[in-house]
C-alpha cells in the first residue's frame, strides 16, 4: 500500500489565488512527521514547510500551511497569494519514528501546480 | 557553506556499461540516500546509509550498487543489469537518529540518459 497519497497529478491557479494541495497518508505509527517539498523545474528540492503527529497547532511557514486533519490522515498544503514562481512539482513525505527504516522519507508521486497570470 | 554535490549534472551511458554517480556532503550528516525520479512516479528510494560502512537496500535496489566508505561520500553505481536506468537521480542526507523532525538536505541532481 501506498503510505503518501497525492491524488491531484496537476493544478491550475491563477495568480495570487490560494491552492490546495492535497496529501494523505498511511501509517499505524502514532509518531510521524509529515513534510512538503517544492521541485522547480531546475529539479532542485526545496523544504517548504513540517507537521509532527503531535503538533496540537497547523504548521505555517509565510504563505505556506499545512492544513493537517489526523483522524482523516490528510496534511494538504495551502498556498496563499500563489505567485508565477510558485509553479513547480510538489511533493509530500513522511517519516515514521520507529521500524527498521528509521530515518527515510516515504514521497508522493507528486502534483505538478502551475500558476498562470 | 555547507552542502551536498552531485555530479555530473547530465551523464550518459552506452548499454551494458556501468556508470557511477558522485554524492558528496559537508553538512556532517551521518544519513545519506538515493532516490531515482520518473515522470509519473514520484521519488522512489534505491539505497540508503545510516552510518559509514553499511547500508540498506531500498525499494528499487536491483541493478545499483552503492558504497559508504567515508562520511561525506556515498557514490551511486548504475550497473549493466539495471535495465532501464534512463531517470533523474537524487541524492539526499540527514541527520541520523529518532527525531522526527529532521528533514532531508538534497543534491542537485544527474540526469541519466542510456545512448
Known amino acids: 500500500a501506498q503510505k503518501i497519497t497525492q491524488t491531484q497529478p496537476g493544478m491550475f491557479v491563477q495568480e495570487k489565488e490560494a491552492v490546495t494541495l492535497d496529501c494523505t497518508y498511511d501509517?499505524?505509527?502514532?509518531?510521524?512527521?509529515l513534510f512538503w517539498y517544492k521541485q522547480p523545474s531546475s529539479g532542485e528540492m526545496i523544504f517548504l514547510i513540517y507537521?509532527?503527529?503531535?503538533?496540537?497547532q497547523n504548521a505555517t511557514e509565510g504563505r505556506y500551511s499545512l492544513n493537517f486533519q489526523k483522524a482523516r490522515k490528510s496534511a494538504n498544503l495551502v498556498i496563499s497569494a500563489s505567485q508565477l514562481g510558485d509553479s513547480a512539482m510538489y511533493f509530500c513525505?513522511?517519516?515514521?519514528?520507529?521500524?527498521?527504516?528509521?530515518?527515510?522519507?516515504?514521497f508522493g508521486r507528486g502534483t505538478q501546480l502551475t500558476v498562470w497570470p | 557553506d555547507g552542502g551536498i554535490t552531485q555530479s555530473p549534472k547530465y551523464l550518459f551511458r552506452k548499454e551494458g556499461q556501468n556508470v557511477t554517480l558522485s554524492c558528496e556532503q559537508n553538512?556532517?550528516?551521518?544519513?545519506m540516500y538515493w532516490y531515482r525520479q520518473d515522470p509519473g512516479q514520484g521519488l522512489r528510494l534505491i539505497y540508503y546509509?545510516?552510518?559509514?560502512?553499511?547500508?540498506q537496500k531500498g525499494d528499487i535496489a536491483e541493478g545499483y550498487s552503492v558504497s559508504r566508505e567515508k562520511k561525506e561520500s556515498f557514490p551511486l553505481t548504475v550497473t549493466s543489469a539495471q535495465k532501464n536506468p534512463t531517470a533523474f537521480y537524487l541524492c539526499?542526507?540527514?541527520?541520523?537518529?529518532?527525531?522526527?523532525?529532521?528533514?532531508?538536505?538534497f543534491g542537485s541532481g544527474t540526469r541519466l540518459t542510456v545512448v
Open positions: 546509509s545510516q552510518i559509514v560502512n553499511d547500508f
Open positions: 539526499a542526507s540527514s541527520k541520523a537518529g529518532s527525531v522526527l523532525n529532521y528533514g532531508y538536505t
Open positions: 501509517t499505524s505509527d502514532p509518531s510521524y512527521g
Open positions: 513525505a513522511m517519516r515514521e519514528y520507529r521500524g527498521s527504516t528509521l530515518g527515510r522519507l516515504y
Open positions: 507537521q509532527g503527529s503531535y503538533d496540537q
Open positions: 553538512l556532517n550528516h551521518d544519513a
